[in-house]
């Protein structure tokens, strides 16, 4: 049974320990401060994934964006492997981590038994999305640039067969990067359920959950051993993701049965290919396959890449490790705030005409429907829209709580609450009280992304808004009795809204029988929080009158009245 991508792997339990097939090289750290700042600043360590260093996220966008708005630090940054990642933090040697292996990562979340979270938070924050590409010659011996553009396990049956036939080299990271880890989910698609191999020829064996699951070519099958005898055409570097595609650039393998053949195709990050093209790093591989069909084995969101980070629990990792929690939690919130978000998005973008390489998805889409105003004070009004993750393929937001507020003379109140339906929509009603801006807003939220593995993966989106306008609210006196005795007037009902600041002022006019014109007959003022009024006057003749009540209250709601009515003095 194949492996389901994103929100349904086959692969139970990734515990992030016990290292198999190849060792993944360190390389050095990446720090990023200014001279003048650097001995003054506390370091704060973070190890992670390599895509996002050997495409220079790091150092173009992330490192100097961070510094700008957190001056007391520096970023020291640690390239790695996402399983060698996740162990280094494990070890206590880092303030944070970035990763990209849902597999894996939810091992480091929930790690079972009397070992507590290795997260000092729920879960992971979303930090970022991207792709892999797979990259091959311009040659192409494989066909895939003509027969897969858009099917990446075809694309591998190709190039398995062509290296069969000593005509291609497939080169892997090897271990438990994140890309290896979806290379292996990518193989398992060319298994049955049994794990045996579909294709005549090619033998594949099973890695273990807690190194990523899925399935390696291999020239044996069952459960993959500590060292795997890959197939002669299929080669591990131990290298990071930059270094890796470097290798297959260069593509000095020899394949047994045919020897000198140049011919290598390598699965990496779309950001690091875009990277080191710009740079003139590589010259030789192109883009082969990427964006994956949705009639294509796993869909169109096979190839996403999902990046989270995570602040270390100092509870979990050894005493003397000295966790800086308070420089990675500003880190984080760094990298998820509107402004990280925006430049990482923009990274990049163009190059090759191209679209950029990853996508900022750390906080959902918030929708809102606008009420026409203005709005009369006290009566109903419903607000609909869409609380929408942004990365792709993720579950509907079911049952999130959203808020409105208002901001009033620089004070916020909560004017209504709603909660998501089963497809993320909601919609809030809500008695409107003040003019002022009305947002729709989102909390951190908690959200499940893949349930079928053990134990679920979940991860945190930041809070969210959306400005539903400056919207203007209209004072709304009402009328529930009128009663004329003797020569006196009187005239009840209720006051909407209510009055929240100073006072309100509320009045009664009067057109008298013959005249053409209402006038002023009696003002009261109105205190904060009264809910009635009672208003009365005399009338000075018999004959039929108009009266209306108009009701404001300056600096909260414009001013209202009531339709004329009309009575008649005997």
């Known amino acids: 049974m194949p492996f389901v991508p994103r929100r349904g792997p086959l692969t139970t339990r990734a515990a992030a320990v016990g290292l198999a097939v190849a060792v993944i090289a360190t390389p050095m750290s990446v720090a990023v401060a200014t001279p003048a700042a650097a001995a003054t600043t ?8 390599s895509d996002v260093s050997d495409s220079n996220l790091i150092q173009s ?17 640690i390239p790695k492997g996402t399983g060698a990642a996740i162990t280094y933090a494990e070890s206590g040697a880092a303030d944070g981590l970035i990763v990209h292996a849902e597999s894996l990562e939810n091992q480091f979340v929930a790690p079972g038994g009397s070992q507590p979270s290795y997260s000092n938070e729920p879960a992971g924050r979303a930090i970022f999305y991207g792709d892999f590409v797979l990259l091959g010659p311009s040659d192409d011996p494989a066909h895939v640039i003509t027969d897969d ?8 049956k190709a190039i398995a067969n062509a290296g069969a036939a000593g005509n291609a080299d497939f080169v892997s990271r090897g271990g438990t990067p994140g890309t290896t880890v979806e290379e292996h989910q990518i193989w398992q698609f060319l298994t049955d359920s049994r794990g045996t191999s579909t294709v005549p020829g090619l033998t594949f064996c099973q890695l273990s959950a807690a190194n990523g699951g899925g399935y390696s070519p291999s020239t044996a099958s069952g459960a993959c051993p500590a060292t795997i005898s890959y197939p002669s055409w ?47 790093a590589i010259s030789k591989m192109q883009v082969v396959t990427r964006d994956d069909s949705a009639t294509a084995p796993g869909g169109s969101t096979l190839l996403t890449n999902y990046f ?51 996508t900022g998805d750390a906080a959902p889409v918030v929708t809102a429907s606008e009420p026409k105003t203005p709005m009369q004070g006290g009566t109903k009004q419903t607000i609909h829209g869409q609380l929408i993750n942004v990365a792709p393929a993720t579950p509907a937001l079911a049952s999130q709580p959203v808020k409105l507020t208002v901001t009033h003379q620089g004070v916020t109140t909560t004017a209504g609450t709603a909660t998501t339906d089963a497809t993320g929509h909601y ?22 992304e893949n349930a079928s593995l053990t134990p679920t993966f979940s991860d945190l989106l930041a809070p969210s808004s959306v400005p539903v ?8 006196p009402a009328i529930t009795k009128v009663s004329v005795h003797n ?16 006072t309100g002022t509320l009045s009664l006019q009067l057109e008298a029988p013959g005249a053409s014109s209402f006038k002023k007959v009696k003002t009261e003022s109105v205190a904060k929080g009264t809910k009635t009024f009672t208003l009365t006057a005399h009338l000075a003749k018999p004959g039929k009158y108009k009266f209306t009540i108009k009701y404001a209250i300056a600096g909260q709601v414009s001013g209202g009245s009531t339709t004329p009515r009309s009575i008649t003095r005997s």
């Not at 506390?42 to 994934?49: D, E, L, P, R, S």
């Not at 929690?325 to 500003?330: K, Q, R, S, Y």
């Not at 306008?469 to 709304?476: D, M, P, R, T």
């Open 42 to 49: 506390a370091a704060v360590n973070i190890v992670g994934t």
């Open 61 to 77: 966008v992330i490192a100097p964006g961070f510094a700008a708005a957190y001056p007391r630090y520096t970023l020291n940054y």
């Open 149 to 156: 553009p858009h099917d990446i396990v075809d694309a591998f």
């Open 234 to 280: 299929y080669h591990a570097t131990g290298l990071t993701q930059g270094p890796n595609v470097e290798a297959g650039d260069t593509c000095n393998f020899t394949n047994a049965t045919k020897a000198g053949n140049n011919d290598c195709y390598v699965l990496t990050d779309r950001g690091t290919f875009d990277y080191l093209e710009s740079t003139h």
């Open 308 to 358: 989270h980070g995570y602040a270390i629990n100092p509870a979990a990792v050894p005493a003397n490790s000295n966790i800086d929690v308070t420089g990675a939690t500003d880190f984080l919130d760094y990298l998820t705030s509107p402004a990280a978000q925006t430049a990482v998005s923009a990274y990049l973008t163009g190059i090759n005409g191209d679209t950029a390489p990853f």
């Open 427 to 448: 919609s809030l009603s809500f008695k409107p009280t003040t003019s002022g801006m009305y947002q729709v807003q989102s909390a951190q939220l908690t959200q499940v």
């Open 469 to 476: 306008g400056n919207l203007v609210v209209k004072a709304h």
């Open 487 to 502: 020569s006196t007037l009187t005239v009840t009902g209720p006051l909407h809204p209510l009055v929240l600041l100073m």
